[in-house]
């Protein structure tokens, strides 16, 4: 029970007078003789001792119609329809009757009457006491002051559709009814002087339990808002009682006599007097002497304090209506109590510093969470003037989202109410709206209190529960040194980087560090590999070998706890071998061991793997002292030069650098650098392997035969033997001229005539010999020369007689028709026809006769294109250009017309000559 006195007081609500909007500045009078009133539908009902209902509108002109002959006793307007039910009497005596009024139809100007019907079911004569309407049309509820209640079911507004029953029946006056419905339950609440129940109307049966022994006077029940939860209200002298359908709910200690009570928009209306009512007799007029005041109180149950609170004289009734209160009384003046908006009414809380139940008020008036936030400001403001620091922080908790987080933190930046920082930012994380400031700032406040706990929990809680800048916190963490929650924080978020750099650089644990990065997925175990494989093969050699080999081959994660391998779905991914070597910089054995496992299992690996493990094995044949380890070395050094993958230069460069002669003759004779070869044996001075290249490459490069008989030219040492030899091959093949020959032995002071005399005396024999054999084939030619031009002669001037008898194609004997040449060659005309290319050619004599006509035409385009170039060398200022540019286009390649040698170009022009000759007298005849 709770007790009105401790509520406070407050005015919300603007009490005024009614004016009349006819004369204006007079205040509005009631009809006289008011006996019933209601309100609903944008309009004030009324009901007088005449008989007549007014309806008053906003604009506040009466209009009326007269209902009944005598007098209005009660009036039900519905809030969702424009139906109007009133009882009232048109003959004296007790014959109460019921009228449905359609307030949207007229009939002769007046609102349509529906429905007529006596509100007595039987001849029992009894008053009607109170009245009440369902929302759907389909119950209607009268009570009497007999203590029954008649129940009309159906539609209200036509006889024919509805039936009436008595549902309650008793010895104490009826004083109240309301329907209640939740859904499709219908309840309805009956309150007498004694006793409150309520009835299931939506069972057959209609079941009735009573709530509770005492009642209420006249007018002093109603029902709350609408609602899931909407309760009966029963307004007793000592306490007002809320009831559900199916229990008592709470109850609140009002003192006084109650006159009237109702409900509206989360108020509820008491009016009372001071001196109580002597008997239950008068429960129907509860009237008061001129003398005494009424008391009109406005309560918000829900916030627990009084709205309004004011005196008037003998009200006849207080109805709600536009969104305010309309108070009638007895001398015909109208009073309306306007409530003040939710800002003045919160402002006039806030002078009194009562910030909680302006919260309350806030809500219950469903203000924005702009507005509540603003509230929680102020009060947060003031508790934290008043040092009440804790509470002022749970209310700027509270504007979270609304209120910029630096206005609070400002305000609790002092160390001694780090404390409460630290709630906020925790409340700031717990909503996702702390930035990365925050987060530091959070986690600087843990450090600071040294709250290892607090910590704790805030790094490991879910990310469900918790968000923030993972990053940033690491960094805090690490900066304060808590480096095992900047790890676990670092693992749980994935945060690769910062989990490896701490584990490497604070807490030194390597090991560890390399377990982790196995466990990653491969880009990034391979791109951490790359940033910190230098320091984990400094502490880690084998590990870091270990694990580089499987990124370099068939990487597989390990699970978490366990070194079982994890199947990876997916193409096999390895990574580049080449790109690692620079992390084995001092691991000289452990880089080894890395390339000789990469060529083992990956033949084709970067040429760079070949090339690092060959200046490796150099390397180390180079300081091998045993003869054995170290030609085991050089085998291995070889191995590695005979792979394709290893690059020629830099294999030449590093075979050099450790003077490893062996590959240095290998990649020079790879790379067909012949001359390089035996220039390497000259720098050795090792003349039998000059001689001996020669012998070797010399067919492929002409020119290693005279430098190297240069080269023993310019030695002072005896080279007589290998002069020798190198003469001999050179004399064998032509490869040089006698002088030159001569002059290159002459810078020599050893080598002598008679190392040269023998090359001479054969040079000079062979030119003898050649000069007659070309002198023995000018006389032949010119023989030849003079036997053509006479038989030439003989065709010209002397008839040609044919004799052969047999076909020089098919050798069969002739027949005619036949075919014969000058040449002496006949044919059968059909086998001529068969074989020939041409009718005016022997077929015989016909290759050997076109090859010398294109040797002709051949010789007459070089004759032009050499005299061409003359005539333009001549002409030309860069002579060069034009020497280069013949060069190019092959004018100066030598033509060979015939196999004879030099010697014998004259007698093959004199040949040719006669041949075309030949060649032109030569005709057809068959």
Request: glycine fraction near 4%; hydrophobic fraction near 35%.
């Amino acid at each position: 029970m709770a007790a009105f006195l401790q509520w406070r007081r407050f005015v919300f609500f603007d009490k005024e007078s009614v004016k009349d909007p006819v004369d204006n500045g007079k205040n509005f009078y009631l009809p006289s003789g008011i006996s019933a009133s209601d309100s609903g539908r944008g309009h004030i009902v009324l009901g007088d001792m005449d008989g007549q209902i007014w309806l008053l509108p906003r604009s506040m002109k009466l209009e009326s119609f007269q209902a009944y002959k005598l007098r209005v006793t009660h009036l039900h307007q519905l809030k969702q329809h424009s139906i109007l039910v009133s009882v009232g009497q048109d003959e004296e005596g007790i014959n109460p009757l019921v009228k449905v009024w359609n307030l949207d139809k007229k009939d002769s100007g007046n609102p349509l009457c529906t429905r007529i019907f006596p509100a007595i079911p039987g001849n029992k004569p009894t008053e009607v006491s109170c009245l009440s309407v369902h929302e759907n049309l389909n119950f209607m509820a009268i009570g009497f002051t007999d203590g029954s209640v008649v129940l009309t079911k159906g539609d209200i507004t036509r006889d024919r559709h509805s039936k009436t029953l008595t549902l309650h029946e008793g010895t104490c006056p009826i004083t109240g009814l309301s329907f209640r419905q939740v859904g499709k339950v219908t309840h309805l609440f009956v309150a007498t002087l004694e006793k409150v129940h309520c009835y299931t109307l939506s069972i057959k049966e209609y079941p009735r339990l009573e709530l509770d022994t005492h009642g209420c006077a006249l007018r002093c029940s109603s029902l709350t808002d609408p609602s899931q939860d909407s309760q009966f209200i029963v307004a007793g002298d000592e306490c007002v009682y809320l009831y559900q359908p199916d229990e008592r709910g709470p109850c609140f200690a009002f003192d006084g006599q109650k006159l009237l009570a109702h409900w509206y928009r989360g108020y509820m209306l008491l009016l009372t007097k001071d001196a109580k009512s002597p008997s239950k007799a008068a429960f129907a007029s509860r009237e008061t002497s001129p003398s005494e005041k009424q008391l009109l109180t406005i309560y918000d149950l829900d916030n627990k304090f009084i709205a309004y609170s004011a005196p008037f004289d003998d009200i006849i009734d207080v109805l709600a209506e536009w969104g305010s209160f309309y108070v009638l009384t007895r001398d015909g003046k109208m009073f309306v109590l306007q409530e003040k908006d939710t800002q003045t009414k919160l402002e006039m809380l806030f002078k009194k510093n009562l910030f909680v139940m302006a919260i309350n008020l806030a809500k219950s008036q469903h203000l924005d969470s702009d507005g509540l936030s603003e509230i929680f400001r102020q009060y947060g403001d003031h508790l934290y003037l008043k040092g009440d620091h804790d509470g002022a922080i749970q209310q700027y908790i509270r504007t979270i989202g609304k209120l910029e987080p630096s206005y609070v933190i400002r305000k609790f930046l002092d160390a001694q109410r780090i404390h409460n920082l630290t709630a906020y930012l925790q409340a700031l994380h717990r909503q996702s709206l702390a930035n990365a400031d925050h987060t530091t700032l959070l986690l600087n406040c843990y450090t600071k209190l040294k709250d290892s706990s607090k910590l704790e929990e805030f790094i490991k809680s879910s990310e469900s529960e918790v968000h923030f800048d993972v990053e940033i916190a690491i960094k805090v963490l690490r900066q304060a040194g808590y480096h095992s929650h900047a790890v676990f924080l670092a693992e749980k978020h994935a945060q690769h980087e910062w989990y490896l750099k701490i584990q490497l650089e604070d807490l030194k644990n390597y090991l560890e560090a390399l377990r982790y990065i196995g466990r990653l997925p491969f880009e990034q175990a391979e791109s951490n590999m790359k940033r910190y494989g230098k320091t984990l093969m400094h502490h880690v050699p084998d590990g870091t070998t270990s694990l580089l080999k499987d990124l370099c081959t068939d990487y597989k994660p390990k699970k978490e706890g366990a070194d079982r391998e994890t199947p990876q779905r997916g193409l096999e991914v390895k990574a580049n071998s080449e790109e690692f070597i620079p992390i084995f910089a001092n691991n000289r054995r452990e880089l080894k061991a890395f390339l000789e496992h990469m060529i083992e299992v990956e033949p084709f690996s970067p040429a760079g793997v070949y090339d690092t493990l060959l200046e490796l094995r150099l390397h180390d044949w180079a300081h091998e002292e045993e003869p054995e380890q170290k030609k085991v070395l050089q085998g291995a050094a070889l191995f590695l030069l005979h792979s394709d993958n290893t690059v020629f230069d830099k294999a030449l460069v590093l075979c050099q650098m450790h003077n490893f002669k062996e590959g240095v003759l290998y990649l020079y004779e790879k790379g067909k650098l012949y001359q390089q070869i035996m220039h390497y044996h000259m720098q050795n001075e090792e003349y039998g392997k000059v001689v001996e290249a020669c012998k070797r490459y010399g067919d492929q490069e002409v020119c290693l035969w005279e430098q190297a008989l240069g080269y023993f030219a310019r030695k002072e040492e005896d080279c007589k033997a290998y002069i020798s030899q190198v003469l001999q091959h050179i004399d064998q093949n032509n490869l040089m001229p006698p002088l030159l020959v001569v002059q290159t032995l002459a810078h020599n002071s050893t080598a002598t005539l008679s190392v040269i005399k023998d090359y001479l005396v054969n040079k000079l024999q062979r030119e003898s010999q050649q000069i007659e054999d070309d002198e023995r084939k000018i006389r032949q030619y010119r023989e030849e020369t003079a036997h053509l031009r006479t038989e030439i002669q003989d065709l010209r001037t002397s008839a040609k007689i044919f004799q052969k008898t047999k076909c020089n194609m098919c050798s069969s004997p002739l027949e005619l028709p036949s075919v014969h040449f000058l040449c002496s060659h006949s044919f059968h005309q059909h086998c001529f026809e068969s074989y020939a290319d041409s009718e005016a050619e022997c077929p015989t004599c016909l290759p050997e006769n076109r090859k010398v006509m294109d040797m002709l035409r051949v010789q007459d385009q070089k004759r032009d294109l050499h005299d061409h170039f003359t005539r333009q060398l001549r002409s030309s200022n860069d002579g060069f250009s034009v020497v280069a540019d013949y060069f190019g286009r092959g004018v100066f390649n030598k033509l060979t017309l015939v196999t004879d040698p030099p010697g014998s170009r004259a007698a093959s022009s004199l040949e040719t000559d006669l041949q075309r000759d030949l060649l032109t007298h030569t005709k057809r005849n068959s």
